[in-house]
T-cell receptor, first 116, second 113 residues
Framework: SAVISQKPSRDICQRGTSLTIQCQVD?????MFWYRQQPGQSLTLIAT?????????ESGFVIDKFPISRPNLTFSTLTVSNMSPEDSSIYLC?????????????FGQGTRLTVV | AQSVTQLDSHVSVSEGTPVLLRCNYS??????LFWYVQHPNKGLQLLLK??????LVKGINGFEAEFKKSETSFHLTKPSAHMSDAAEYFC???????????FGSGTQLTVLP
């Protein structure tokens, strides 16, 4: 299993500013994942963060808007840059653990972002 | 490629009656399938998972799901709903070398007294 600490848990930000979300895992993991959950919607994968290489972004997400750092195997940050009200969402960090071919994903509590 | 379709965006049941949340999937691989629950202002919690073992999977809080390959379905059931079951439920498929998770659109379960 994995325990994920994510902070801040919520924030209200002015448009045009940036917010950095931190994700700390209690064990070393190869890949960390960042998701966005817009109001009333499901989770959408933003990017996959591997330690020692640039993050891989999904269609519709770009590095300039969502820069990601992955300095070591237990930590990652996601920055939401130049925010607009459309960025108001819950952002979640996730990791997978695998054993005997099984996959299980664990999630942080999420960061509830409101842009005004 | 893989996808998940949750057939109902909202389900409403009376307390003590059965719950059925429907999920169909498609995958080019032998998939792993999951149900997650999200209570208001809470994180995602794993209810149960199917990973090519027994097709009838039992999870927490009395929930279970049956993997039916012929129907490409993984419906979630519970014999008797409780008020605390009111939440958003997500069906999720994982497959391929990247183990990428694909989420369904979610089903909001309301439990009436």
């Amino acid at each position: 299993s994995a325990v994920i600490s994510q902070k801040p848990s919520r924030d209200i930000c002015q448009r045009g500013t940036s917010l950095t979300i931190q994700c700390q895992v209690d064990s070393q993991v190869t890949m960390m994942f960042w998701y966005r959950q817009q109001p009333g919607q499901s989770l959408t994968l933003i990017a996959t963060a591997n330690q020692g290489s640039e993050a891989t972004y999904e269609s519709g997400f770009v590095i300039d808007k969502f820069p990601i750092s992955r300095p070591n195997l237990t930590f990652s940050t996601l920055t939401v840059s130049n925010m607009s009200p459309e960025d108001s969402s819950i952002y979640l960090c996730s990791v997978y653990t695998t054993g005997t071919g099984n996959t299980e994903a664990f999630f942080g509590q999420g960061t509830r972002l409101t842009v005004v | 490629a893989q996808s998940v379709t949750q057939l109902d965006s909202h389900v409403s049941v009376s307390e003590g009656t059965p719950v059925l949340l429907r999920c169909n999937y498609s995958s080019s691989y032998s998939p792993s399938l999951f149900w997650y629950v999200q209570h208001p202002n809470k994180g995602l919690q794993l209810l149960l998972k199917y990973t090519s073992a027994a097709t009838l999977v039992k999870g927490i809080n009395g929930f279970e799901a049956e993997f039916k390959k012929s129907e490409t379905s993984f419906h979630l059931t519970k014999p008797s709903a409780h008020m605390s079951d009111a939440a958003e439920y997500f069906c999720v498929v994982s497959g391929g070398s990247a183990r990428q998770l694909t989420f369904g659109s979610g089903t909001q379960l309301t439990v009436l007294p």
